[in-house]
């Protein structure tokens, strides 16, 4: 391959991870669009979001598979651990800073729970990673107000990082 190739694939590659990233936002904006429609009775509206969304599932999956960015359970995790640890080291303090000089106190409470929520999951994305292949039986359970994810056989009783009692978490 020559260097103008190389360039080529390179774009390429870019590309595919900006259409990811655009295709994975809509999704999360579709869906959140969806909530709104249903709690306002907009059923049709809802579904239209709701069948968006999963399709913008598939063009992201897509995209990503292309760019390379799909590997084996160790290499997902691995990138998983990876990515979580830039959030929560890199991307989310200087946000929270400049929410914080902005006078912005919504962003800083969810900068901070998004910050505190991907320390967590980074270190149970490597607890995973270590014990590949084996299962404990647990269940993992989504705090629905600030994104904690707890590790266990039941929800614990209150978040430790948004205050939520047990009945704001959903097990997947």
Same mark, same amino acid.
């Given at each position: 391959?020559?260097?103008?190739?190389?360039?080529?694939?390179?774009?390429?590659?870019?590309?595919?991870?900006?259409?990811?990233?655009?295709?994975?936002?809509?999704?999360?904006?579709?869906?959140?669009? *969806?909530?709104?429609? %249903?709690?306002?009775?907009?059923?049709?509206?809802?579904?239209? /979001?709701?069948?968006? $969304?999963? &399709? #913008?599932?598939?063009?992201?999956?897509?995209?990503?598979?292309?760019?390379?960015?799909?590997?084996?359970?160790?290499?997902?995790?691995?990138? *998983?651990?990876?990515? %979580?640890?830039?959030?929560?080291?890199?991307?989310?303090?200087? /946000?929270?800073?400049? $929410?914080? &000089? #902005?006078?912005?106190?919504?962003?800083?409470?969810?900068?901070?729970?998004?910050?505190?929520?991907?320390?967590?999951?980074?270190?149970?994305?490597?607890?995973?990673?270590?014990?590949?292949?084996?299962?404990?039986?647990?269940?993992? /359970?989504?705090?629905?107000?600030?994104?904690?994810?707890?590790?266990?056989?039941?929800?614990?009783?209150?978040?430790?990082?948004?205050?939520?009692?047990?009945?704001?978490?959903?097990?997947?």
């Amino acid at each position: 391959m020559n260097e103008e190739e190389e360039d080529s694939d390179m774009k390429t590659n870019e590309n595919l991870m900006s259409a990811f990233a655009g295709e994975s936002q809509a999704n999360r904006k579709y869906l959140a669009f *969806a909530k709104v429609a %249903e709690k306002e009775g907009h059923r049709l509206a809802a579904k239209m /979001f709701l069948a968006a $969304a999963e &399709a #913008e599932t598939i063009h992201a999956h897509a995209h990503l598979k292309a760019a390379g960015g799909i590997g084996d359970t160790a290499s997902n995790l691995k990138s *998983a651990v990876s990515g %979580e640890t830039y959030e929560f080291t890199q991307m989310y303090p200087p /946000f929270i800073d400049e $929410a914080k &000089a #902005e006078g912005r106190d919504e962003a800083v409470r969810t900068f901070t729970y998004a910050n505190e929520a991907e320390k967590v999951h980074a270190r149970l994305f490597q607890e995973v990673l270590d014990k590949l292949g084996t299962d404990d039986g647990d269940e993992f /359970f989504v705090c629905t107000v600030c994104g904690h994810v707890h590790k266990g056989t039941s929800a614990p009783e209150q978040c430790p990082i948004c205050g939520a009692k047990s009945a704001a978490y959903k097990m997947v």
